[in-house]
């Protein structure tokens, strides 16, 4: 007992300060902070920097599928890797990879979207796996997938991946041993 209590002192005479300074509750950062001098202008959301469809990539997908598209099993993220062009072997497979939330629910506009995906399975991320009659996606389809929001995800995910196996497609996502 002793021996907590300078600690309980101290903890309350923190509070006190705390209340007595403060007043309020504080936030980060304070509404007095100002910018490092040379770090003053507000950073450019990616949907206005005009990059080039990798970066955008980089800058919106890579955090859950890696920047080379390997994905993360331990975080359910499904490897595109050499995979993500078979589903447009498959009905329904074109529309679904423009529905799932983290492409539907990106920053970028319909157009730079399209240009993303096209990237993307032409790029070493998909690698063989895009059939070589894909057409491109163009903005206006990425405007209507984008509209109808994919509820049932992993079902409607499980039927392209059964419609795939019909067709002897080997399912390398990556999460095989999902349980
Ligand atoms: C927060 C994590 C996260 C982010 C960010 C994210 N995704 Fe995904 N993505 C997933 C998960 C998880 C799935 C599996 C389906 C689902 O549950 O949505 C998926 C599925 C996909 C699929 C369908 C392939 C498949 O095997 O299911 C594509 C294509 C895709 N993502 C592309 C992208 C692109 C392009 C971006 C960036 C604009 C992006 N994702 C951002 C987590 C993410």
Known sequence: MTGRTPFAAALVLAMGLLMAGAGFAQSLPGPHNRPAPGNEAQATPPRDAGYRPQVNYQLECSGCHRVDGQGSRAN????????????????????????????????????????????????????????????????????????????????????????????????????????
């Open 76 to 179: 359910d993220v499904p490897r595109m890797k050499d995979f993500v062009g078979h589903f447009l072997e498959v009905e329904g497979g074109r529309e679904f990879l423009v529905r799932v939330p983290g492409v539907s629910q990106s920053s970028f506009t319909d157009a730079q979207l399209a240009s993303l995906m096209n990237w993307m399975l032409t790029s070493h991320i998909a690698g063989d796996s895009t059939p070589d009659h894909f057409v491109p996606y163009t903005a206006e389809e990425v405007a209507d997938l984008r509209a109808t929001p994919l509820d049932e995800i992993d079902t409607t995910r499980d039927v392209l991946l059964q419609r795939m196996r019909d067709q002897q497609i080997a399912i390398r996502d990556g999460l095989a041993d999902r349980p």
